[in-house]
C-alpha cells in the first residue's frame, strides 16, 4: 500500500494499491504533533489494504488541508 | 485546494532550467497480491523515502541524486531519535514530527492496541532523492528488498514518498 500526496504522479506509476491524501509533500499523515490525525490515515491505508482488490486503484482521502499549500508546493519542486 | 499538479509543474521547471524533456515512468499495469490475513493477525512494514536517516548514521544527502542506500530502522526507536534531510520537499514538519511522513510511534501504537498483528523487525528508509536508473530499481534494488521482507515474513508493506 502506497500513501501518497502527488496524485498525478500515482496514476503514472500505477502501484498496486494506493491511497492518495491531498496534502503537502513532507506530510501524508497530517501536521507535526497531530497524534490522532497520524494514527486515523494510519488506520485508513492499512484497514484499506484488505479492501482494495482491483490492482493499480487509488482511493482518495476526502480530507482537505486546512490552507493553501503552495509555499511547500515550491520546496518539492526545487532542483538540487 | 485542488490535487498539485506535479507533472506539469516539473516539467515547466525542467524546461526553464534547460534540461531535457523528462521521461516519466508510466505502468499499464500494476500487479496485486490479495490481503489474506485480517489485519490483526498481519506483520507489518514500512518504507520512507522521505531522507530520514537515525541520528547514529550518516544523515542522507539532502540533493542525492542515483542513491541506492538503504539503512533499516529499528521499529523501537522513537520519532526523536532521527533527522531529515531531502532538498525536494519540504522537511519543517517532519523535523518536527517525523510521525507526519514516516508514522513510527503511531505504528508502534497500533500494534499495542492490538489492531496489527506485529511490526516488523526491519522498517526501511531508502530510494531517497532523485533516482533516474529504473531498470536498477526494477531489476536489482526492489527484487532485494522484497527477499528481505520475504525473510522477516512481512504480510503488509506500508510505501511513503514523502
Not at chain 2, 122 to 147: C, D, N
Request: proline share 8%; hydrophobic share 40%; charged share 25%.
Amino acid at each position: 500500500m502506497l500513501v501518497s500526496t502527488g496524485l498525478d504522479l500515482t496514476r503514472l506509476v500505477k502501484p498496486p494499491r494506493s491511497l492518495f491524501v491531498n496534502f503537502p509533500m513532507g506530510n501524508p499523515f497530517g501536521p507535526p504533533g497531530s497524534a490522532d490525525y497520524q494514527r486515523r490515515i494510519l488506520t485508513v491505508a492499512l484497514e484499506l489494504t484488505s479492501t482494495m482488490n482491483t490492482p493499480g486503484d487509488i482511493t482518495e482521502l476526502r480530507d482537505a488541508w486546512p490552507a493553501d499549500f503552495q509555499d511547500k508546493v515550491e520546496a518539492s519542486l526545487l532542483m538540487g | 485546494m485542488e490535487p498539485v499538479r506535479y507533472v506539469d509543474l516539473l516539467n515547466q521547471r525542467y524546461k526553464q532550467l534547460g534540461f531535457p524533456e523528462y521521461k516519466w515512468t508510466v505502468n499499464e499495469d500494476a500487479p496485486l497480491t490479495p490481503l489474506i490475513k485480517p489485519l490483526d493477525e498481519c506483520r507489518v512494514s514500512m518504507l520512507t523515502s522521505g531522507g530520514v536517516s537515525h541520528c547514529s548514521l550518516e544523515p542522507w544527502d539532502a540533493f542525492a541524486r542515483n542513491d541506492f542506500r538503504l539503512d533499516t530502522v529499528d521499529p523501537m526507536a522513537t520519532a526523536q531519535d532521527f533527522e531529515v534531510n531531502d532538498s525536494y520537499y519540504d522537511t519543517t514538519d517532519a523535523n518536527v514530527d517525523l510521525n507526519c511522513v514516516f508514522p513510527i510511534d503511531r505504528l508502534r501504537e497500533l500494534d499495542e492496541q492490538g489492531v496489527i498483528g506485529s511490526v516488523a523487525p526491519r522498517l526501511w528508509s531508502g530510494f531517497m532523492g532523485r533516482i533516474y536508473k529504473r531498470t536498477e530499481v526494477r531489476e536489482v534494488q526492489a527484487p532485494a528488498l522484497a527477499a528481505e521482507l520475504h525473510d522477516d515474513d512481512v504480510d503488509l508493506f506500508l510505501l511513503v514518498p514523502a
